[in-house]
C-alpha cells in the first residue's frame, strides 16, 4: 500500500505562487506514474500534470501550460507542482495521485486526501 500526503495548499492572490508537495510512504514510488489532479466545485476532476518515474513530465493540461511545473524526487519519495501566475480560476482542491507504471489519464490506484487551494482576485 502507498499512502499519500498532500501539503502546500492556501489562500494565495492572483499572480502569486504556491509549491505543493506529495509525500509518499508505505513503499518506495520510484517506479510509479504520479499525477496532479484538481477539482472544483460544481466540476469534474481533471488532470493537470503528470510525470514518469524517469521525471520527465509527460502531460500538463492546456490552462496551465508555461505556469505550473510538476517535478519529482525519488530520493525523498515526494511529488512537487510548483505554481506560478496563479489565477482565480485556478481555486480547487489538489490531489496527487500514484499508479505502478506509466502515468494515465484518468486511472490511479492511489490518491491523497487533497489540499486546498484558493486564489483571490
Known amino acids: 500500500q502507498v499512502q499519500l500526503v498532500e501539503s502546500g495548499g492556501g489562500l494565495v492572490q492572483a499572480g502569486g505562487s504556491l509549491r505543493l508537495s506529495c509525500a509518499a510512504s508505505?513503499?518506495?514510488?520510484?517506479?510509479?506514474?504520479m499525477g496532479w489532479f484538481r477539482q472544483a466545485p460544481g466540476k469534474e476532476r481533471e488532470l493537470v500534470a503528470a510525470?514518469?518515474?524517469?521525471?520527465?513530465?509527460?502531460y500538463y493540461a492546456d490552462s496551465v501550460k508555461g505556469r505550473f511545473t510538476i517535478s519529482r524526487d525519488n530520493a525523498k519519495n515526494t511529488l512537487y507542482l510548483q505554481m506560478n501566475s496563479l489565477k482565480p480560476e485556478d481555486t480547487a482542491v489538489y490531489y496527487c495521485?500514484?499508479?505502478?507504471?506509466?502515468?494515465?489519464?484518468?486511472?490511479?490506484?492511489?490518491w491523497g486526501q487533497g489540499t486546498q487551494v484558493t486564489v483571490s482576485s
Open positions: 495521485a500514484a499508479r505502478p507504471g506509466i502515468v494515465s489519464m484518468t486511472q490511479y490506484d492511489y
Open positions: 508505505g513503499r518506495t514510488v520510484s517506479s510509479y506514474g
Open positions: 510525470v514518469n518515474w524517469s521525471g520527465s513530465p509527460t
